[in-house]
């Protein structure tokens, strides 16, 4: 497969022959960081349509206009894993929605318990940390972002249908490893249906809420070992794990699509 420069993520509609617009923001990253001219090739894409060859056709200040040439990749399914977490400093959250964008997350609530600190995010910055970790890592869909909640809202809109892993730091909770393991042993198809991940704030969570949460049908409460994680950490090991065991860790990235880097 041809490599292209780079990939961008867009809402239109893709298909052979057709041409795109892109927005003000995304003509200047092609015009003043990568310098890119006409005719150079441009990975499309969006969960809807796959990924696909764009050419620019003319290339001005605030502006872009793509022919849509071939489909470089079909759409394709990925697994629906939600991360909740209770809001953290600034540059660790956005490493936090790097990473969960990466790590294949579909989407991103931030959750107000009784020990979060930070009070306030800014939803439109995640999201765009979001965006630019799905067109380097090969995704073809983008993390949604959520507005943020209390944990007691949360859980009353909750889904029952989605299981919840919920990162203990006390009480009874056996290994992540070994409890997904045991889930993939008695439910092959597990990792076809939705899940989420809940990571406490800085400070923990609060018994009760702990205590609280234990008590829903749709919990598991796990362990991440005898070390204390940052919150952001945490995070990151236990999407890791659940993606090794039941996700699609065990897949391979698309053979011939990494960009091309333009200084």
Known sequence: MERVVTRLHVKDSLSQGATVGLDA???HYLRSVLRLNAGARIGLFNERDGEWLGVIEGLGKGWCSLEIQEQRR???P?????????PI???????LAEKAGELGCSRILPVFTRYTDVKRINRDRLAA?????????????VTEVDDAV????????????????????????????????EILVKEPDAGQRPWAVLIGPEGGFAEEELEALRRLPYVTPIGLGPRVLRADTAAVAALSCWQAILGD??????KGTTPVTVA
């Not at 697994?79 to 977490?85: H, K, S, T």
């Not at 006390?170 to 997904?180: H, M, Q, R, S, V």
């Not at 860790?249 to 698309?254: K, L």
């Open 25 to 27: 923001a995304g003509a």
């Open 74 to 76: 079909q759409p394709a």
């Open 78 to 86: 990925e697994p629906d894993i939600w991360l909740v977490f209770a």
């Open 89 to 95: 400093k600034r540059s660790r959250i956005d490493f």
């Open 129 to 141: 940390h979001a965006k630019e970790s799905a067109e380097q890592c090969e995704r073809l869909s």
């Open 150 to 181: 209390t944990l007691d809202k949360l859980i009353d809109k909750w889904p029952d249908d989605r299981r919840l892993i919920v990162c203990a730091e006390f009480g009874d909770a056996k290994p992540i490893a070994e409890t997904l393991t």
């Open 249 to 254: 860790g065990g897949m391979r990235p698309p």
